[in-house]
């Protein structure tokens, strides 16, 4: 069961390494009521950096933040920074936030277990509920950075993070707030947690070989790659945006939602749910599919997931879905679970930025039933204006984003 986890490190910029197979990350914001995005950062790795840290937390209560939490903060925060964005007495009500977990901390509940069954029920630390519940990230970036306007959370499994900025662009665009920090975290790689996807045989088994292990779309690929993380982007009303001159990366255009009614963990066999959240993105975009220059797959590398979102893609696309580059984040990072779609989020922006389309890793047996393009292996220079990206997850939850770069009207 490798880990990708102990394979990744933050940094401050998505640049030449990715060219070649590695990956280097960063964060993002979006609409109109138009929604840009200004200000994203993530975090892939299991320990804060120290330039990430929030002064306003001090070691003692940092105890008492579970991982993902500290996660979501030290994100949220320097989403801010980059955003150029001040939280202040007066705009607070305006500001919400919005961040996904498909889990929660997972190792809380791992040591609480392990507390009451070993030490029993009165050792149990008192904190035990507020460092586990999926919605304390958001609680927690709200009290700590004063953001006293919407909250909420999303937990919809590995669709957690992409639908958690989809709803939040919905809040912009129905004017319950100007600025939303929204995205996804999870810290989720420990014993339970891996013990949880090795029982319903969802890992890889490539323990030998760990950085070849995730391989979507590959012929030999044989199941996931879990790993941790956190990508928090700035999302803001357009107008509110450009009176203050804010930096903008990027324009949220699109957003679909559905549900496989299918399986609980298996996805629809036809594609028909993945394929309708694609549709209803489109639609809300007001876009075709001609529009899109890069499709950003959800692509988790296991052998019917995989098949099944390169079926709905064609089922939306039709013959022009051979001419649209397709590539898979998680063949570099391995699979955040509820912050993957909020990663993907920030690639989608960062492509756009940048012109570079990172390549999908580890494709060297193309599988007859996947036989789109794939970007395999080698990163490609290409101007990309139209950026469609997916999340799936157990339970039939299917959300996908459209991104567009943004033009002056």
């Given at each position: 069961?490798?880990?990708?986890s102990d ?7 998505f640049?030449e390494p990715?060219?070649?197979g ?6 993002c ?6 929604v ?6 993530w ?5 804060i950096?120290?330039?990430?840290r929030?002064?306003q ?5 940092a ?6 939490i ?8 320097e989403a801010l920074?980059?955003a150029r964005f001040c939280?202040?007495?007066?705009n ?5 936030v919005?961040i ?37 990230a958001?609680g927690q ?6 953001i006293?306007g ?7 499994a ?8 989809g709803?939040?662009?919905?809040v912009?665009?129905r004017?319950?707030a ?10 989720s ?9 090795c ?13 070849r292990?995730?391989?979507?779309f ?12 956190c990508?928090i ?5 357009l107008e509110h945006?450009?009176r203050?001159g804010?930096?903008?990366l ?12 299918y399986?609980?963990?298996?996805p629809?066999p ?10 209803a993105?489109?639609a ?18 296991t ?5 099944v ?5 064609k ?7 051979y ?5 898979a984040?998680k063949?570099?990072i391995?699979h955040s ?6 990663i993907e989020?920030?690639?989608?922006v960062l492509?756009?930025?940048d012109?570079?389309i990172?390549?999908?890793i ?9 036989d789109?393009?794939?970007v395999?292996n ?11 990206s ?9 959300a ?10």
């Amino acid at each position: 069961m490798p880990a990708a986890s102990d394979l990744l490190i933050i940094t401050r910029a998505f640049g030449e390494p990715h060219r070649n197979g590695g990956l280097r990350l960063l964060g993002c914001p979006r609409v109109s009521r138009r929604v840009i995005v200004g200000g994203p950062w993530w975090l892939l790795r299991l320990r804060i950096p120290k330039e990430a840290r929030l002064k306003q937390v001090r070691p003692k209560e940092a105890r008492r933040l579970s991982r993902f939490i500290l996660f979501a903060l030290s994100a949220a925060h320097e989403a801010l920074t980059r955003a150029r964005f001040c939280i202040t007495e007066e705009n607070a009500e305006r500001v919400g936030v919005l961040i996904g977990s498909g889990i929660g901390s997972f190792t809380t509940v791992e040591e609480g277990c392990r507390t009451v069954f070993t030490r029993g029920g009165a050792r149990l630390t008192p904190f035990f509920l507020p460092m586990m519940l999926p919605n304390m990230a958001s609680g927690q970036v709200s009290r700590l950075l004063g953001i006293r306007g919407y909250s909420s959370t999303i937990v919809t499994a590995c669709a957690s993070g992409a639908q958690a900025i989809g709803e939040a662009a919905e809040v912009i665009r129905r004017g319950a707030a100007d600025v939303m920090l929204a995205g996804g975290s999870e810290a989720s790689v420990c014993e339970m947690g891996l013990a949880s996807f090795c029982a319903i045989r969802a890992l890889s088994t490539r323990n030998d070989e760990p950085t070849r292990a995730s391989r979507p779309f590959d012929r030999e690929r044989d199941g996931l790659v879990p790993a941790e993380g956190c990508a928090i982007l700035v999302l803001e009303e357009l107008e509110h945006a450009r009176r203050r001159g804010a930096p903008i990366l990027a324009e949220l255009v699109g957003y679909g939602v559905s549900s496989d009614a299918y399986h609980v963990v298996a996805p629809d066999p036809e594609g028909r749910g993945a394929a309708a959240a694609m549709r209803a993105a489109l639609a809300d975009a007001g876009l075709t599919p001609a529009d899109i220059d890069y499709i950003n797959a959800h692509a988790t590398s296991t052998v019917a997931g995989d098949y099944v979102e390169t079926l709905a893609i064609k089922r939306v696309f039709g013959e022009r879905a051979y001419a649209i580059p397709i590539s898979a984040t998680k063949s570099m990072i391995g699979h955040s679970m509820g912050a993957a779609g909020a990663i993907e989020a920030v690639v989608a922006v960062l492509t756009i930025r940048d012109g570079i389309i990172h390549p999908t890793i580890n494709y060297e047996y193309p599988d007859p039933k996947c036989d789109l393009d794939y970007v395999p292996n080698v990163a490609r220079r290409v101007p990309v204006r139209t950026v469609l990206s997916n999340s799936f997850a157990f339970g039939g939850h299917n959300a996908t984003l459209i991104f567009r770069r943004y033009a002056e009207d």
